[in-house]
């Protein structure tokens, strides 16, 4: 643990963490490992849930299932030792589940305990629980949904009971948040029609809860995948009341409706790359292997507002820069946002909305006075 993040466990250990401000605590949420959160507040916790269990119905749409490997790729603390602590009942996720199906040993399964359409269906009369959705959810063909349907429905109408009866809803992941790969540009697209639960790309009037006229706001966690931290942390929030909906969210989410902790509106992946110094020198690489820059190999972290390079993967170890170009994987609109994902920015004209090729130019400039600031240093032998 950094000194940093000491100090601040310290600080946080001496006050009462369950009276804290929602925008202090979602700020300490912010600097804490999932592992960090949970021990430092174990107590709290406990006393805060009063062995009360908050159930979690977990549906997946059209995607790879990598946010659910990212999560269950969580090793300190693992999903389990993290939802035992919560409290948490996962009580339905597809990957996850023990359910057998419509046929069980050659008999009709008829109950919610070996048959999962029965218990989804259960819980959503039960209601109260976080729905979290993964996966995009196509609207097409024409509007009917058809491309997905899971048994006898289909998956947009899934979401739309499910939505209707949940106490808060997380997208997780790009797919889920705004349509993902799915929805990337191609001759299919116009079909297959794919959306994101609030938003289609930045636009949250395309959302299928939109398309379902369902007004309820929800919490995205993008990322492709996203980093488990975000996803525990976020749910643990919600569960100990710090994140309400849908009171102040417009205090802890951003437009896009991702939380500012870990989706800082002041601060991009390149502010603390490892390869931050190269850059700043002016040194770049241009083919895979070197240590200096990506930014001529398409890196896109200089306009992805994620905490990546400070909270780290891989049991904070490492951050997707170390091995190749970042290809700001949680911004509204990914892919498209980033693509062609490995060309320098400075060729794509405009990127999320900003014109590349001023800020590159700027970047470049500011690049180049480092340089010479450098070089000059070197000179006087500094
Ligand atoms: S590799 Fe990317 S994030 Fe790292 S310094 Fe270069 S442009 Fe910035
Ligand atoms: S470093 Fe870039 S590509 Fe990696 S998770 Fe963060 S935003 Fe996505």
Known sequence: ???????????????????????????????????????????????????????????????????????????????IQALTKLNVNLAYHETLLAQQ?????????????????????DLIKEGKYILVIEGSIPNGPKGSGRYLVLGNKTFKDIIGE???????IVAVGACACWGGITSANSAIVQDTDYRGVGFLKTDAAKGILNELNIDKPVINIPGCPPHPDWILLTIGAIILGKIRVPDDLTVILDKY??????????HVVHDNCPRRGYYDQGLFDDQAGGSNCLWKMGCKAPYAHGDCAIRKWNGSVSVCTQAGPCIACVEPGFPDSSRPLYVEAENKGILLGENVGTIAKVAIGAAAVAAGVHAVRRMKGE
Not at 9 to 26: E, G, I, Y
Not at 27 to 37: C, E, H, I, R, Y
Not at 39 to 61: C, D, M, R, Y
Not at 257 to 266: A, G, I, L
Request: with cysteine; net charge negative.
């Open 257 to 266: 409706n991702r939380p500012k902790v870990f989706y800082p509106p002041d």
């Open 101 to 121: 199906g419509i046929f069980v040993d050659g008999k009709l399964a008829n109950t919610s305990e070996l048959n999962s359409e029965i218990l989804l269906e």
């Open 162 to 168: 499910a939505a209707k009866n949940a106490a808060v």
């Open 1 to 79: 643990m950094s000194t940093g993040i000491k100090n601040l466990v310290q600080t946080l250990d001496s006050v009462d963490f369950l009276k804290m401000d929602r925008r202090t605590f979602m700020k300490a949420v912010g600097f804490l490992g999932a592992s960090t959160f949970l021990s430092s507040f174990q107590t709290e916790i406990v006393n805060a849930l009063e062995f009360a269990e908050t159930k979690i119905v977990w549906l997946h749409g059209s995607e790879s299932t990598g946010c659910s490997e990212s999560l269950l790729n969580a090793g300190n603390p693992d999903i």
